[in-house]
């Protein structure tokens, strides 16, 4: 296979992404793209050397400042004085993977040649991200609306041969990172700060790693579910296409779909019931999996648009020979999907505990707790209080950030999206979802083994087959806490085809 994957002025596709996360494959610009950008500079080098009035960021101050003209002779240092007097960001450091991503999609942006960037500014952030040269980016300072300036004057510093970066997992001194390859700082001529920290690859770069993370755990969860289901002795008849045929959103009847799909060839789902009606954790799996597909589906058009767009400002048209100052940098459309996506995850979260309850409440046959001799061992009875805990978390994380604003710039950026914090909560619901779903495939893994005998689907058999090589059957009370990790880390490791997925 093509080790290099060449940006052009075609759209990332999610396939695209897959691959170049998967197989971390290194990039290039096309020539086509190289074409744009050096033409979008000449252009802007001529401007200024024609006109004599403001341009916003160009030739002015930032912000409330924007009226404060700028002398020639003083373009690079604004530019690069921008760069460190925005780069302030607090907090934990941003995930790697995150933060590569972060590069991926600035330069997407500034490769469509409306940003007046030099070729040689876009050439090194594609040398970082091909060298796996991740400046260190931290979580805490973005309002989402002039773009994401604080975490994106991180991503810039090391242009300039400042902040820290990571690299063969040390972090260090971009300094020394110029030295080894011999590079010198990128001088930043006018417009190049404001076009590097302008943008919203800060809340994209989040919102499809975790857009992405999502679809494979709502996979996850509706496999884990179906386990459940059987372990639980639940009914088929719920996921009969007939009923989801007279309700037809497109995530009840996948989820449906696929959970039959799940259970072909079953004996246990298939043998007589004793009861007439599951709870609505097991019977409502279509409708409420469902809709967070449904909501994915949302989330992955807008940011499918975003990471294929413009976001810096003022943006050049050549063509047209003007430069216009507007808005794309605000986050908006990034805060409100990230703030469903949240809430959509975080009910995949709490259908999931409710399930992992009814597995242990000694139902159906099943001993209390999962445990053969409870009383004198407690079982799995404390699992559930973690899943609990995490699902309240949940609900308190998944509180929008987009429904806030504070008035920042003197009053000049007087509203705000938010996104960087709606990014940042969704980021940590995902990962409670991961925990939660690990701890109902902890007890449905168990529970379905008092159903012995009896078997389940052979697709169904075989992933429990796999499970138990990692995780044990128990016969008494161990630390628990050592099966969860592994039962997260057995459902991180799993490879699903991006088919199945999306």
Request: proline share 4%; net charge neutral.
């Amino acid at each position: 296979m093509n080790a290099i994957y060449t940006i052009t002025p075609d759209a990332f596709t999610y396939k695209d992404l897959t691959v170049l996360i998967s197989e971390r494959k290194k990039i290039r610009l096309s020539d086509e793209v190289k074409t744009r950008i050096t033409s979008c500079r000449t252009y802007l080098d001529n401007k200024i050397k024609e006109q004599t009035d403001p341009i916003y960021g160009i030739n002015t101050g930032f912000g409330s400042l924007y009226n404060i003209k700028i002398k020639k002779n003083n373009l690079q240092e604004l530019q690069e004085n921008l760069v460190m007097s925005h780069a302030c960001g607090t907090g934990e450091e941003v995930p790697k993977e995150i933060v590569k991503l972060m590069l991926l999609f600035k330069i997407k942006s500034l490769s469509y040649g409306h940003s007046g960037v030099q070729l040689t500014t876009v050439q090194r952030l594609v040398d970082f991200y091909n060298e796996g040269i991740y400046p260190v980016v931290l979580t805490q300072g973005s309002l989402g609306a002039s773009g994401d300036l604080a975490p994106l004057a991180h991503l810039a510093l090391p242009l300039l041969g400042k902040g820290e970066v990571h690299f063969e997992r040390k972090k260090i001194p971009a300094s020394t990172v110029n030295k080894k390859f011999g590079w010198k700082p990128i001088q930043l001529q006018s417009k190049e700060g404001l076009a590097l920290l302008n943008g919203t690859q800060f809340m994209s770069a989040y919102g499809v790693f975790v857009l992405l993370k999502s679809f494979k755990l709502k996979y996850l969860a509706d496999l884990i579910g179906t386990l459940s289901l059987e372990a639980f002795d639940g009914r088929i008849e719920p996921f009969n296409d007939l009923i989801h045929q007279v309700r037809p959103h497109q995530g009840q009847l996948k989820t449906a779909q696929r959970v039959r799909d799940f259970l072909e060839g079953s004996e246990l789902i298939s043998q007589e019931k004793e009861h007439v009606q599951d709870p609505y954790s097991f019977r409502c799996i279509p409708q409420v999996h469902g809709a967070t597909y449904d909501t994915l589906q949302f989330v992955a058009k807008t940011l499918a648009i975003e990471i294929n767009a413009v976001t810096d400002n003022p943006n050049i048209f050549e063509d047209e020979d003007t430069i216009i100052s507007g808005g794309n940098f605000h986050g908006q459309p990034l805060a409100l999907a990230l703030d469903y996506l949240g809430i959509a995850m975080a009910e995949i979260g709490s259908i999931s505990e409710r399930r992992t309850f009814q597995l242990i409440s000694g139902l159906r046959g099943l001993p209390p707790f999962l445990i053969a001799d409870s009383g004198l061992n407690s079982g799995f009875m404390i699992p559930q209080y973690t899943a609990a805990s995490i699902v309240s978390q949940n609900k308190q994380l998944a509180t929008p950030a987009s429904i806030d604003s504070i008035v920042s710039s003197n009053g000049q950026e007087d509203h705000v999206s938010m996104g960087a914090n709606a990014a940042t909560k969704a980021y940590k619901i995902v990962e409670n979802i991961h925990r939660v779903l690990a701890i109902e495939l902890l007890n449905a893994v168990q529970a379905i083994s008092f159903r012995a005998p009896k078997k389940s689907s052979p697709f169904i058999e075989a992933f429990i087959k796999s499970y138990r090589k990692e995780i044990p059957f128990l016969t008494k009370d161990t630390i628990l806490h050592e099966l969860i990790q592994k039962s997260i880390q057995f459902l991180d490791t799993l490879q699903i085809d991006s088919d199945e997925l999306f």
